[in-house]
């Protein structure tokens, strides 16, 4: 099992899936698929802990420190499988060498555990556990923008969001287009 630090949320219209590419501190990478049906699921849990670990950041914050915070996620360089000089000078044998990171894996449950100041999800392939991304309040807040702008663009239905994550949903929107780390 890998331990995330750092990841990518891209959405794959051609699948209708997201996919989370993530890497730990060795530089291990797995990229994960994510379905419109966990993840209707899971968000509605992640918005509920952000709301009751955060109440009062929601009601009255820093937009000008919050804004900066959040376009400081489109500058980070993205999380992307490493090439060895063999694989990237043999096509042939390239796709004999792949590693299972570079084909998503299919998450079909994601265990979340909820601590005060720490939200942890457990990426899980039936009983096989496959990655774990623990994150505090502003880094989800981050993610659920990402994860809203994405969602809005692959068309999927708009009622897990709250009202309150719409001023993040600008900050993001406006900050770049295509790929969220």
Do not use: C
């Not at 219209?13 to 209707?40: C, H, M, P, Y």
């Not at 989800?140 to 994550?165: D, F, N, S």
């Amino acid at each position: 099992m890998i331990s995330l630090t750092r990841f990518t949320t891209q959405y794959n219209g051609a699948d209708d899936r997201f996919v989370v590419i993530g890497e730990n501190k060795e530089g291990e990478v797995i990229s994960l698929w994510l379905t419109q049906r966990l993840l209707l699921k899971v968000v509605p849990v992640v918005i509920d802990w952000l709301q009751k670990s955060q109440p009062a950041d929601l009601k009255a914050r820093n937009n000008s420190a919050q804004a900066l915070a959040m376009t400081e996620v489109f500058t980070r360089s993205p999380v992307r499988p490493a090439l060895t000089v063999e694989t990237a000078n043999n096509s042939a044998s390239s796709a004999t060498e792949q590693s299972d990171y570079q084909t998503p894996v299919l998450v079909h449950s994601i265990d979340v555990s909820l601590a005060t100041s720490l939200l942890r999800l457990r990426f899980r392939k039936t009983d096989q556990q496959l990655a774990i991304l623990a994150m505090n309040s502003s880094q989800t807040r981050q993610w659920l923008a990402i994860l809203q702008v994405l969602w809005k663009k692959a068309g999927w239905p708009a009622h897990v969001w709250p009202h309150w994550l719409s001023d993040d949903l600008k900050i993001v929107s406006n900050a770049s287009k295509g790929e969220y780390h």
